[in-house]
């Protein structure tokens, strides 16, 4: 089974892409004929259309995976990736995740701002 086979939907399915159908003309053997066909791509959360995703990829999109979706302690990320430093997880193989990012600024503005509600009755 190809990497296509399997490492893209177990990206799929642990959010890191997502798919999306593309329609291309693709020629047809038997008629010689150009004809329109679907086709899944991959786009990373940032909406850029995935053209590689090996092992290397992966092992990145894991490390992010452990620390912003799971909440893995950034040491049991670390041991599960097989690597020798947890700074250099941190550092060069976790990124951000930008939903849950939003998501905590807005908390923190919900309360910001129900405190100061609260104190000016």
């Known amino acids: 089974m190809s990497r296509l086979g399997y490492l893209y939907p177990a990206a799929v399915k642990a959010e890191v892409l997502t ?3 593309q329609k291309v003309k ?6 010689g004929k150009e ?3 679907e086709k899944v791509i991959y786009i990373v959360k940032k909406g850029k259309r995935v053209r590689r995703f090996g092992s290397h990829q992966f092992r990145h999109s894991l490390s992010s995976f452990f620390t912003t979706k799971k909440k893995l302690d950034p040491k049991t ?3 599960a990736l097989r690597q020798s430093n947890v700074v250099f997880t941190l550092k060069l193989y976790t990124q951000t995740d930008n939903e849950e990012l939003v998501a ?3 908390r923190m503005l919900d309360a910001i701002f129900r405190s100061e509600h609260g104190a000016n009755q």
């Open 35 to 37: 004809v329109e066909v």
């Open 26 to 31: 693709k020629l047809d053997k038997e008629t």
């Open 77 to 79: 990320a670390q041991a």
């Open 104 to 106: 905590d600024r807005n």
């Open 19 to 21: 798919e999306a159908i």
